[in-house]
């Protein structure tokens, strides 16, 4: 073979590496992309449901003292949806979100689950928010625990 050919050859071969390495990082920014779209989507499930369901034993509890038998059932199905919108969120924030999330997680559901008035549940919901926004690369600006809990609760 002559110089020119085996030249050709050689950036031949490079642009083919080049391209598939580029594809496979695309791919790969890509999943993460999608998977820290679906933990955040999850999370806010997750708030929305904890904001649904306490509201809801709220005008359940009301309901109680004199409301109608079907306004009594309407927030009571209320609460039941919001306890499913919950499982469903973590289920997914589960199954997207990294290892550290997982056990935040975790920890949270073996002291019981979300209770408002408890401050380690909080400080957990906060580690959990923090270490989202961590996975989503806002380290450069992440935002304090207590600016967090302010939000939060």
Do not use: C
């Amino acid at each position: 073979m002559t110089g020119p050919v085996i030249a050709a050859m050689i950036g031949l071969a490079a642009a083919l590496l080049a391209a598939t390495l580029n594809a496979r990082n695309n791919r790969r920014l890509e999943t993460r992309k999608q998977l820290a779209t679906l933990a955040t989507a999850a999370w806010v499930d997750m708030m929305q449901s904890f904001a649904e369901n306490s509201t809801a034993l709220r005008q359940l509890k009301e309901s109680e003292a004199g409301a109608s038998p079907d306004e009594h059932t309407y927030w009571l199905r209320k609460v039941v949806e919001s306890n499913i919108k919950y499982t469903h969120s973590k289920a997914r924030l589960a199954t997207y979100g990294t290892k550290d999330v997982a056990e935040l997680l975790a920890t949270f559901e073996r002291d019981g689950g979300f209770r408002g008035d408890n401050p380690k549940h909080q400080r957990v919901l906060v580690n959990i928010v923090q270490r989202l926004r961590s996975e989503l690369d806002h380290d450069k600006d992440l935002a304090n625990a207590e600016d967090i809990h302010d939000l939060l609760f």
